[in-house]
Structures are given as C-alpha cells and as structure tokens.
C-alpha cells in the first residue's frame, strides 16, 4: 500500500532523513539546496549531488549533449543559489548499452561544456551499466561561512525578488509532451528554456556578499513550490503581486486560450533563483545584479502569516503547493 | 559496431576523458581513485563519485540494507586509499516504483551505517524515480596536500602489500551465481565478504602520515587489476611472490578443485588497500598497521621491468590484466 508509486518524492526523503544520525554543528540543514561541511574556521566546503534520469528528464527532442550539460548545470544551479561558485564537478555514469563511440562523446561534450560554461572543471567520476540513461553530477565550491545563503532567512517585510522570468518551460512541456503549436520564432525561444537552461551562478555569488539577501533558493521545481519551501524553512509566508511571467509565455498563453499566471507557478526545470531581500538593499541588489546584465525583478513581500498568496487584479487566491515532482 | 555492449568501460571513461578539459595543477591525475582541487595552499579537498547499480552489482541475497551500506563503503574506500577520512557523504538515489516504506527505511539505514562506521555523516542527497535500483553516493574528505598518497608513485624495489587477503568475494560469487556448495562456517564468513565489505580507513590513514607509501590503489576491481592500474600509473612493473590468499579461499579451492591463485587474483568487489612501500620504511609501516589489529602483508616487489608477474614454485607466470569489470 505505502508504496513507492504511491509514496512521493518528498516523503521518501522524509523517511530516510528520519533513519540518518544528525552532523553536530552542521553549516545548513538537511533539504536545503546543498550540503555544507567546515574546512577551517572560516570556510565551508560546499557539495550538491542531483540525478538526471533518462525516462523522467529527458524530454522530447533533447540531445544527449544537452542532457549532459544540463545535468551539470542543474548541480551548479543549487550551488549557485547558495551564492557559490562551482571549482569542479565529478559524474557518475549509468548507461544503457547500444550507445555508439558519437554518442558517449557528446555526453563527455556535454559535460565539459556545462562545467566550463561557469569556471569549473569536470574532473572525474564513473562509469557503469544501467537500463536506464543516468547522469549523476556532483558539484563542489568552497565559500565564507559567513555567505552562504540558507534557505531559512527570510524576515517579514523582505522583499521577494527572482533573478528572471517563468513559464516557457511549462510552455515547452506543452508543446513536447502534448503536441501544442507554437510559430517557429516563439516556439524556439520556448524550446531553448528546456534544452539549454542557464545557472545564475554570478548573480547568486554577487548578491551573497551584497549581504542583501535573507534567504535564497534555485527554482528547479517551479515557482510555486519554491515559494513554498522557502516559506516553510523561513517559518513565514509571501503575497506574490507580480508573478515573473516571460514574454514568451504571455504570448504562448493568449495563442491557446491558458492561463499565464499558472505557467508562471506551477512549472519547473527553471533554474532562476528566487530570493528574499532586506527592503533597505533593494536599490543596491538591484543595481549589483543590473550590471551583470540581468534583472532582478521584485515579485512580492514577506508576510508574518505563513501563507502562500497571489494578489492580482485586487484579488486574493492562494498559492498551491505544488510543482515538477517525480514520482508523482 | 562500436556500441555500448562492445565498448567496456574503460573505453567509455577514456572517450570521456578526451572531451574534457584538463584542470590545471590538479592534484591528483584523472583516472586516479578520487578526485581533488586545492582548498588552500596546504590543504586539497578530495571528492569521489562510485555507482552503486542494482542489476550489476547485488548479489542474490544481498538486502537493501547492505546495499546501501556498500554503496557508501565503496567510495569511502576510495578515499581511504589516498589517505583520507571521509567527512560527510551524499547520495542521489534512483528508485523503481514499487518499493514499500519499510525498503525504503532499510537503505536509509544502511546509508547511516555506512557513513557513521567510518565516523562520516551523510548530509543530504536527491532522489528520483528510476527503473533500477541506483544508489549514488559521493563521499568527501580533507587532507594535506604532502599526505595525498597516488596511483603514480611506486619505484623498482619497493615491497608491494595489501592490507588483508583476497580470493573471499570470487568464492562468494560462485557460491551466489554458479550455485558451487560450501560448508555452512567457510560459507558465512565467505559470503560476509560480499555482503558487509570493510573500507580500510585507518590504515590508509596512518599510512599516508608515516610516509612509507609510494602509491595506493583500492582493490574494487580485483587484485590484479588494482596492480596493473598501479604499474601503468607508475611506469613500473611488479613480480608477485606471495599472493595473499584468503585461508577461506584456500578451503573452498581445495573443495571444488579450484586454484586458489586464481581466486585470488581475478576477483573483485573486495575493499583492500594494494600498496607500494619504501624498503626502509617496511617495519615502520607494519607495526603501524599491526598496533590498528590489522597485517600489512608483503606479497611482492616493485620491478623496473615494466610486466605483471607471478612467481610461484620456482615459475614466473604472467598476470593478466583482467577482473571486475562492468559492460564485460
């Protein structure tokens, strides 16, 4: 009965987590974006595993040397929510046979370019033989213990700021998994949210010595649900007043009569970070991250109550806890 | 032609490897039994990656439980090879549907126990539906640079030894897969070989420190594997005079007709460390070894001549370079 097509993603974390003896005086807790240990008084080392599986991450049309990169990249991505910088990332193969020579090599593409892509170096791992294709990164940076970003800051009265827009991967599932129809323009703009997503890896290692940000997650789950686990570790709650919809999307939604503001929430596979920040380092965050070429926008407020809300149009809805989840 | 089931995997490591660009300074090769990148001037951090796979590698009876604990153990040998305590470990984990909260619980215990044995806390992790049973884990140490033991350094009359016999996991397998007979004593301490393998932290720790050891390989791939790696990383050959058989496997040959020598240099899946001595540091290293309750054996000699080989009853035979290998 309680079995694992029935148990979710987060209750079987849940109950290992329960069998595991805690780390004294750990840097961050257990369920934050990554793992953190002391190397000396100052500096944590920092590490982050993260599984791609072939069946459930690879969708329609990805090449294998976009399945490697972004395997690679989806690790950084939680290092960098935490305001560090990936040195090098190692891989663990497990690979069907029938693979050709041309296919091994763009996976070994794949994986130089994600770790290169932002300053590190893919310098080891290995490999094994699977039914399915896995690509399972880990990424390890060191950091100040004194910047690293947990997920459980965030004060009432922050700021809720992404570093970019939502909803083109939801847009892209649809269009890959259902078959929705996109003009070629848009739906290649679309596409690219889902075959080549981006680590915002300067902006969260620039904003974590800004001393600007409260609390700070990657948003690989969805909006929504990042939201929520942000809320949950801070012991607070948010009222999103301008959900982060992408262009793309706007026009993706209009085209086939959806609704924008829930391909904004409820999708996942982004890696933008979602962050709080103090309200009196709004302008200087803001500028830090504007010179890096990238925005960020300010979506909502912190709240005492710990709800999740959407005021839109001088209505209140609730937010649901609810986003990309495997074993769903 | 060139397919996975015709690619071993040494091949598809070494394809990999050409894709990727070298760090530089790193402080330890690639292909070596862990990886490493500077923390500071003295000190590296040292990561190492190892696939655990439910297809290929848990035997008929293995548990959940201590297939887990071996998941963890394999790469905290890894580590104990070049001289390093692991810290914390993490695991990204692959589960089919299917497995009840009770399996589920098994592997986060084995995990702990695995972990907590050799004084490391497991911290975190992912989890994702799979069709195999994949448990992942990459475990993560500190050390000083100076006390970094490679693959790399053995020189002509250096005493070869490992840190206990060999020959138990290849009867174990006979006993698993080929269904061959064994008294139900010999059997159990036979099959405990297989089941609940040992990480030899400490020795490799205290090794490292005393600065007898030349180069360290751990012996996952068999004891003949682990030498030819050693020989080519070195540019060195060994002769082998003493081969260290298990007396279990002694027994168990004798039983079904077997050579012993055989067992116990084409095995595999066994935790040992196969090491390179200073002559002159010899009793040094022993009595070290001796006071943690464990033997440094002597098997053999370091050979300018680069071959592997067995001399035995006055024969010098050839070793080949065979043994546990996925994708055979």
Known sequence: MDEVSSLREREIIEIIHRCLEEMPSAPISFGDDVSAVSIDRDMLAVLTVDMFVGKTDMPPGMTLYQAARKAVVMN????????????????SLGLPRGLSREEVEEIGRGLNAGAREYGAYMVGGDTNEASDIIIDCVAFGK?????????????????VA?????????????????????????????????YEPKARVEEGYVLARSRSVTASIDSSDGLAWSLY???????????????????????????????????CLYGGEEYELVLTVKPEKWLEARSLISRL????????????????????????????????????
């Open 293 to 328: 070429g990238s925005e960020l926008k300010r979506i909502g407020v912190v709240t005492k109550e710990k709800s999740l809300k959407l005021s839109l149009n001088g209505e209140v809805v609730p937010i649901e806890p609810k986003g990309w989840e495997h074993f769903k």
């Open 229 to 263: 686990e942000l809320s949950k570790m801070s012991g607070v709650g948010f009222l999103i007043d301008r959900p982060p919809i992408a262009p793309e999307t706007e026009s993706f939604a209009r085209l086939h009569g959806l609704d924008p503001v829930n391909l």
């Open 143 to 159: 950091t100040e213990r004194r910047n690293l970003i947990s997920r459980s800051g965030a004060k009432p009265g922050d700021i």
């Open 162 to 194: 992404t570093t970019g827009d939502f909803g083109n991967t939801a847009c892209g599932f649809k269009i890959l998994l259902e078959g929705l129809h996109a003009p070629k323009g848009l739906k290649e703009r679309i596409l690219k949210a889902v």
């Open 76 to 91: 950084i991505s939680d290092l960098a929510s935490k305001g560090v910088k990936p040195s090098i990332v190692l891989t």
